[in-house]
Nanobody, 122 residues
Framework: QVQLVESGGGLVQAGASLRLSCTAS????????MGWFRQAPGKEREFVAV????????NYADPVKGRFTVSRDNAKNTVYLQMNSLKAEDTAVYYC???????????????WGQGTQVIVST
């Protein structure tokens, strides 16, 4: 069973940047699509970004387009989420997930990390 470990969360002021990382165990990282999702307090978990196996294709949720960038380093078994111009509404627990389909739907992802908290203060 693959393990996904997120890091990089924290408390920042609005307008700041953070980079989240998610490192996977195992030797097959480069064969999986990687997604980022988030769950704000009292809300459903929602899609944030997805990247294909090679890193050549990405997709973003409308609220983060132009501010967030997903990338991956298959040699390091790691996917990143660069978050710029953070807003209070970005406050959430951020999860990385691994799947076989380039999808925005969380039920397409079979393995999940434990999450990392991001708090954006105004």
């Amino acid at each position: 069973q693959v393990q996904l470990v997120e890091s990089g969360g924290g408390l920042v002021q609005a307008g700041a940047s953070l980079r989240l990382s998610c490192t996977a165990s195992g030797r097959t990282f480069s064969t999986y699509v990687m997604g980022w999702f988030r769950q704000a307090p009292g809300k459903e978990r929602e899609f944030v970004a997805v990247i294909n196996v090679s890193g050549s294709s990405t997709n973003y949720a409308d609220p983060v387009k132009g501010r967030f960038t997903v990338s991956r380093d298959n040699a390091k078994n790691t996917v990143y989420l660069q978050m710029n111009s953070l807003k209070a509404e970005d406050t959430a627990v951020y999860y990385c997930a691994q799947g076989r389909y380039f999808s925005t739907e969380e039920n397409r992802y079979g393995s999940w990390g434990q999450g990392t908290q991001v708090i954006v203060s105004t």
